[in-house]
Structure formats: structure tokens, C-alpha cells
């Protein structure tokens, strides 16, 4: 689905380093937005996808689900791998709260061949299967293509991956190997985390950790 919602928004904070789990190497770099940018990405989102959230997760209003929960990361192949992960921060936490993770890929003139695919991997954070195991078996592999907006349940078990330095292709001599334009090899990635209910207002949600734990990508 589209990405209109990013349309006009820079993030201005200074871009960190990450990892996906605390002592873990530096897996990608991430740029968090300022409450009202995030704000309004969030407003954008929901307002294009209206007809996304309400016939696939029975939910017709979202907010971000921290501070730091609208942000833009950047790898390389250079960069550690990520490890499987879900965004969920607590997995008793049931209906009619739902969270949703929305990514979308700020890459322009990207192609499938360059890699940096999000990838989705058997398990939950209901399940033990899959959670930091990165041998777990790869369900579903998604392109970073430009426009594209992906959707989920923050629970599903999903991961980054790097951009390829180089990409093969097939001639009628065999096969060739380019390098990758280096303009293409950071992977970009816009991510929302969202608390999202059937009505706009919440009756009594949960309390939520105040120091939620900080994964990177979490929606690659």
C-alpha cells in the first residue's frame, strides 16, 4: 500500500546507533522524530489506511505507543545482522487494544535484486520459536520498494536485512556481477509502532512500560 503519510517529513534529530538486543553490535543507525512531526505521520497514516486497519485488524483509531516510536533507520551491508524480534512490549496485553507496526521505505530507484528485504519468521512473542533465534525459518521476505507501506501485528516475529554490495544477473554468456550504486546502499526504513483500538476512545488500556525496550529495526 502507499506511503503518502511520509510525505514532507524530515526527521531533524541526529542519527544513532543501534542494536537489536542490549550487548549485541551496532546493527543499523536510527533518527527518532519530534512528537509533532511523529504526530502528524501518525494522523496521515491512519487517514490513508482507514480501510486497511478497519478490515484486516478491526481497529478505526491509533496513536504512537512511545516517544520514540516514529523513527527512520539506515544499514548497510557492513552493519551487523538483525535478529529476529516482535514489537510487542507485553504479549498478555489482549483485545480491544492492538498494536500495529507500519513501515514504510524511503528508497528511491530501488530493486529487488539490491536486497534489504524485511523478512518474517515462524513464531511469536506468544510463542518461543523464532524469538532471537536467527535460524528460525523465513516465512514471508518483503522488498524495501519505494511507495511501499507494510502492515502487521507488532507480535509477529520479523527481522532487517542488509543491502548487497553487489547484484547478479543473468547474460547470454553466464553470469554477471555488478556493484550496487553507491547512492543505494544504505536501506531505508520509516517505522511507526501503534496502540490502536476499535473506538478513539480507550477505556481503560493497561499501563505501559516507561522505559520500553528499544530494538533496532523494530519493523524493518
Known amino acids: 500500500h502507499g506511503s503518502r503519510w511520509l510525505s514532507h517529513e524530515v526527521c531533524e534529530a541526529e542519527w544513532q546507533a543501534m542494536n537489536s538486543y542490549p550487548g549485541l553490535p551496532k546493527n543499523c543507525e536510527q533518527c527518532v522524530y519530534q512528537p509533532r512531526a511523529a504526530a502528524r505521520m501518525v494522523e496521515r ?82 510463542t518461543s520459536q523464532g524469538y532471537g533465534q536467527p535460524n528460525a525459518a523465513i516465512l514471508l521476505r518483503v522488498a524495501p520498494m519505494p511507495e511501499r507501506t507494510v502492515v502487521f501485528h507488532g507480535r509477529l516475529m520479523h527481522r532487517a536485512t542488509r543491502p548487497h554490495i553487489t547484484t547478479t544477473s543473468q547474460t547470454g554468456s553466464g553470469t554477471r556481477e555488478r556493484a550496487t550504486p553507491q547512492a543505494l546502499r544504505y536501506r531505508n526504513a520509516t517505522v511507526l509502532q501503534l496502540d490502536c483500538w476499535a473506538k ?9 512500560d516507561p522505559k520500553p525496550r528499544r530494538r533496532c529495526p523494530r519493523v524493518q
Open 45 to 126: 497514516f491512519t487517514t490513508e489506511h482507514s480501510s486497511i486497519l478497519l478490515q484486516h485488524f478491526n481497529v478505526s483509531w491509533c496513536e504512537s505507543m512511545c516517544p520514540d516510536c516514529a523513527y527512520t533507520t539506515r544499514l548497510t551491508s557492513s552493519m551487523a545482522p538483525d535478529t529476529l524480534h516482535f514489537d510487542e512490549y507485553d504479549c498478555k496485553w489482549s483485545e480491544p487494544r492492538i498494536q500495529i507496526t507500519a513501515i514504510a521505505y524511503p528508497n528511491a530507484n530501488w530493486l529487488p535484486a539490491f536486497g534489504g528485504h524485511t523478512e518474517f519468521g515462524a513464531g511469536s512473542c506468544t
Open 200 to 208: 478513539k476512545a480507550p477505556p481503560t488500556a493497561p499501563p505501559r
